[in-house]
């Protein structure tokens, strides 16, 4: 089974930056689709971004859109996202997740994921 450690989260202004790493280590093999979500308190989990680690293709809700971006470094298996223009309504934890496979209508479901442990993201005003 994949084990997953997040890093990166923390306290930041609107407007700002972080970069969140998730580093997969155990058996990687059935980790093709690599994903983040978030949820804040008192909401339901949702998806925010996802890579296909083997082609490449990203997948993004449109909240985020435009100002988060998803990255992987297959030598250290490890995926980043990168989140620009910060906003209060992102504050929530972060989780990474790992499964065999991703689909444009797929990725967000929940279901078959193996997941970290989630790392806050704290945006104030």
């Known amino acids: 089974q994949v084990q997953l450690a997040e890093s990166g989260g923390g306290s930041v202004q609107a407007g700002g930056s972080l970069r969140l790493s998730c580093t997969a280590s155990g058996y990687t093999g059935g980790s093709a689709c690599m994903a983040w979500f978030r949820q804040a308190p008192g909401k339901e989990r949702e998806g925010v971004a996802a890579?296909?680690?083997?082609?490449?293709?990203?997948y993004y809700a449109d909240s985020v859109k435009g100002r988060f971006t998803i990255s992987q470094d297959n030598a250290k298996n490890t995926v980043y996202l990168q989140m620009n223009s910060l906003k209060p309504e992102d504050t929530a934890m972060y989780y990474c997740?790992?499964?065999?496979?991703?689909?444009?209508?797929?990725?967000?479901?929940?279901?078959?994921?193996?997941w970290g442990q989630g790392t806050q993201v704290t945006v104030s005003s």
């Open positions: 997740a790992a499964r065999s496979y991703c689909g444009t209508y797929l990725w967000y479901r929940e279901s078959a994921y193996n």
């Open positions: 890579i296909d680690t083997r082609s490449g293709v990203t």
